[in-house]
């Protein structure tokens, strides 16, 4: 069993930067695959980002890359999400996941547990 707690959510301005949290319990946490996932208001739940269990390989969707930045510390079991020139449809609960396959996924349904998400709020 693994357990996922979110922080580092916020309001920010537009161009501003946040980072978030995800701690996780564990001892194997260094074996799962971990991804990012928010869903904005009316919006279903997307993919932003994943990181392989050894951070060897990290995955983006197209509209955050270059901007995200998905890492990890396994001796922490925490993984962060570095954002970077926020915009306004960055706004969204931000949700972290993890996969017991060690390799990341942009698919929901490959994760295994979830966290329960916080709020970003990017303003103009």
């Known amino acids: 069993q693994v357990q996922l707690v979110e922080s580092g959510g916020g309001l920010v301005q537009a161009g501003g930067s946040l980072r978030l949290s995800c701690a996780a319990s564990?001892?194997?946490?260094?074996?799962?695959?971990m991804g990012w996932f928010r869903q904005a208001p009316g919006k279903e739940r997307e993919f932003v980002a994943a990181i392989s269990w050894s951070a060897g390989n990290t995955y983006y969707a197209d509209s955050v890359k270059g901007r995200f930045t998905v890492s990890r510390d396994n001796a922490k079991n925490t993984v962060y999400l570095q954002m970077n020139s926020l915009k306004r449809e960055d706004t969204a609960v931000y949700y972290c996941a993890a996969r017991r396959n060690g390799y990341g996924s942009s698919w929901e349904p490959d994760y295994d547990y979830w966290g329960q998400g916080t709020q970003v709020t990017v303003s103009s």
């Open positions: 564990g001892r194997t946490f260094s074996w799962y695959a």
